[in-house]
């Protein structure tokens, strides 16, 4: 009975205040991990006036060509075996490049095959060449047939939304000194770097949560960014129960009543993605007022406390878990999560329909 209802027009809006925020920066639209659990084509298509796409592999950005998506599609991962990198080449990807196994990789490619984007590993320690490995790297890459045109420079913030970790600064420091004087294009941004850090829009941003109108920032909400939320996660009530004061609900008993209490049982669970961890401190919306969760969540189901609500909630009723009047991100913090978690981890059973 789960359901996510995507608003397209939402996607559109907050792809807008990326522009604006981006300053002429070209937009590269995160759209990996079905794009943050909101549909990957779908998406796409919504977000039709982005520059391009990025996804993190090969089976991702096939599933875009194949449904006619023809802007640029960037591979963040890159390939990793001479299959991954023929269908690339015969789906027009660009590719991040991170390692020096990718570079003798496309050794083998056809002339001209690839955009490449050379990831620098400016301090996150995931990723990318150390900068003294860097120049090597780009001269190798610069004498490949393979490679299209120049090559591009690449890297990804630690701790951006911690504007004043001295970390990001040298972080920026680092990829500034590393590129200073190159040709070809730069990337840098996401989206806690597109509201925090005007130094690091550089020619291309990548923003991923704010386009799903979410805020990458502690303690922050999409709105307040002037974002507004796409996913609607609904369910509905199947069952209501009257219980006295002192009667415990769910497993373990953890939540007990303190007065004679109206439990709401919606059809959810973690078992479609709610996070079991939000317990008491979580709450949802019914006839538009929060309602408290009563007890554990379980894997099928969660009880709310309906007792304030008058009249009397009926089975049948709809519950909004997240959505326009619960940002997910109070969701995620009562779970102890961040919003990204919570937006992709719906599961395969929750419908997910746009309007």
């Known amino acids: 009975m ?12 907050n792809l807008g205040i990326v522009r604006t925020r981006a300053q002429g920066s070209r937009v590269m639209a995160v ?15 919504a977000l039709a006036q982005a520059d391009a796409f990025a996804v993190a592999r090969v089976e991702e950005g096939l599933a875009l060509r194949n449904a006619g998506i023809e802007q640029p599609i960037v591979l963040l991962e890159g390939v990793f075996d001479a299959d991954q990198r023929e269908a690339a080449a015969a789906s027009r990807f660009d590719l991040v490049v991170h390692g020096a196994a990718q570079i003798e990789l496309l050794r083998g490619a056809a002339p001209a095959s690839f955009k490449v984007w050379l990831k620098l590993d400016s301090g996150m320690n995931r990723l990318g060449f150390d900068p003294a490995d860097f120049p090597a790297a780009r001269a190798a890459l610069g004498a490949l047939a393979a490679v299209r ?12 939304d911690e504007p004043r970790d001295a970390a990001t600064a040298g972080q920026l420091a680092c990829f500034e000194a590393a590129t200073r004087g190159l040709p070809g294009e730069r990337s840098i941004a996401n989206s806690a770097a ?37 996913m609607t996660l609904r369910s509905q009530v199947i069952a209501v129960k009257a219980i006295r004061p002192g009667a415990r609900v769910g497993y373990g008993g953890a939540w007990v009543a303190s007065r004679p209490t109206m439990l709401a049982i919606a059809a959810i669970g973690y078992g479609d993605g709610y996070p079991r961890s939000a317990g008491a401190a979580g709450s949802v919306l019914l006839r538009g007022r929060r309602a408290p969760l009563a007890g554990r969540v379980s894997m099928d189901m969660l009880a709310i406390d309906a007792t304030d609500l008058e009249p009397a909630v009926r089975v049948g009723e709809p519950v909004v878990l997240w959505g326009p009047g ?8 009562a ?21």
Request: charged share 15%.
């Open 326 to 333: 619960l940002p997910v991100e109070e969701v995620a913090a």
């Open 149 to 160: 045109g120049p090559v591009h420079s690449f890297t990804h913030l630690a701790g951006a």
């Open 31 to 45: 759209v990996k991990a079905n794009a943050y659990g909101h549909g990957l084509v779908p998406v796409a298509r």
């Open 2 to 13: 789960a359901s996510a209802t995507i608003d397209t027009s939402a996607l559109k809006h």
């Open 335 to 355: 779970a102890g999560v961040i919003p990204y978690e919570l937006l992709c981890g719906i599961s395969q059973r929750v419908a997910v329909e746009g309007r």
């Open 194 to 230: 597109l509201l925090n850090l005007p130094s690091a829009l550089a020619d291309w941003v990548r923003p991923g949560l704010l386009l799903y109108g979410a805020s990458p920032m502690p303690g922050a909400v999409g709105a307040d960014h002037g974002l507004r939320p796409a």
